[in-house]
Structure formats: structure tokens, C-alpha cells
């Protein structure tokens, strides 16, 4: 929404650190990553579902979240799991996925690291791009494009 990095630069200024929740999820923001970058302009954190990478929610969240982590986006990842029985975290599913792409430490800092961070009340550390291989029709595409 309009306004929302003046909002979350506010919430900065009082001493909190805001935390934006699979923003990959959020309506309207396919296309306007750039709303995404001044929220962490303004000083918010980003957070990624498992289940956003591993496809749980369909194509349209997993596309933008391996965008978020192709730009170096993302501070954290997990489950958004809340307790509720008929889910599963798919915490391997998530390693297994970033792993395929080469991001094993990218896991370890998004999952591990950076969340124990968060609770010690430090600032997350950068987690380095993650780039998925090209599927073969983005390579086929790329014959006839340059």
C-alpha cells in the first residue's frame, strides 16, 4: 500500500525492528520489487516461507521468491507454519530446494543464523544472492533473444 516505508521507517525511529512477513505471497507486488526494496530502505526485514520455495503455494509465490533471493532480498525463511496440525513445515523440502540452486550456506544464514540473530537482538547478516538455473525454456528463449 501507499505509505507503507514511511510506516515502517515510523516503527524503525521507535526503537522496533519491523519484520515483513512472504512478502512473495503479498497481492500486487509481483512486478513492483522496487516497493520491496524501499521497505528495506526504510529499515524492515524480510521473512520467506518454506513453502513459498518448495511450490505449496503455487507458481506465482515460488517465482517471486526465488526472484527475492536472486537479489539478495530476503533475511530469514521459514515455515509460517503457526502451529496448525494439518501443515507441515517443509523444512527440509525449503534446504533441499535452495540447495538445488547452489544455497546451502544461503539456507544456513536465512533459517539458522539470521533467526538467532533476530533473538539475540542483532541485525541479521547479508545473505548472498541465490540464482536459480535457467529452466529449458528460459534457455531456449535466450537462443532467439540474445
Given at each position: 500500500p501507499p505509505g507503507t516505508p514511511q510506516v515502517l521507517a515510523g516503527i524503525v525511529e521507535?526503537?522496533?525492528?519491523?519484520?515483513?512477513?512472504?512478502p512473495e505471497?503479498?497481492?500486487?507486488?509481483?512486478g513492483h520489487l522496487h516497493v520491496v526494496r524501499?521497505?528495506?530502505?526504510a529499515g524492515a526485514f524480510l521473512q520467506?516461507?518454506?513453502?513459498?520455495?518448495?511450490?505449496?503455494?503455487?507458481p506465482g509465490p515460488r517465482a517471486l521468491i526465488q526472484r527475492l533471493l536472486a537479489e539478495g532480498l530476503l533475511d530469514y525463511?521459514?515455515?509460517?507454519?503457526?502451529?496448525?496440525?494439518?501443515?507441515?513445515?517443509?523444512v527440509d523440502e525449503a534446504r533441499e530446494a535452495l540447495s538445488t540452486m547452489d544455497?546451502?550456506?544461503?539456507?544456513?544464514?536465512?533459517?539458522?543464523?539470521?533467526?538467532?540473530?533476530?533473538l539475540d537482538g542483532e541485525p541479521p547478516l547479508p545473505?548472498?544472492?541465490?540464482?536459480?538455473d535457467p529452466t529449458l525454456m528460459e534457455r531456449i528463449k535466450s537462443w532467439f533473444t540474445g
Amino acid at each position: 500500500p501507499p505509505g507503507t516505508p514511511q510506516v515502517l521507517a515510523g516503527i524503525v525511529e521507535k526503537g522496533l525492528v519491523p519484520v515483513v512477513a512472504h512478502p512473495e505471497r503479498y497481492s500486487g507486488i509481483d512486478g513492483h520489487l522496487h516497493v520491496v526494496r524501499q521497505w528495506k530502505e526504510a529499515g524492515a526485514f524480510l521473512q520467506g516461507n518454506h513453502g513459498s520455495l518448495t511450490g505449496r503455494y503455487g507458481p506465482g509465490p515460488r517465482a517471486l521468491i526465488q526472484r527475492l533471493l536472486a537479489e539478495g532480498l530476503l533475511d530469514y525463511l521459514s515455515s509460517d507454519f503457526h502451529g496448525r496440525p494439518h501443515l507441515e513445515p517443509l523444512v527440509d523440502e525449503a534446504r533441499e530446494a535452495l540447495s538445488t540452486m547452489d544455497g546451502d550456506a544461503a539456507f544456513q544464514l536465512l533459517a539458522s543464523i539470521n533467526p538467532g540473530r533476530l533473538l539475540d537482538g542483532e541485525p541479521p547478516l547479508p545473505v548472498p544472492p541465490v540464482v536459480p538455473d535457467p529452466t529449458l525454456m528460459e534457455r531456449i528463449k535466450s537462443w532467439f533473444t540474445g
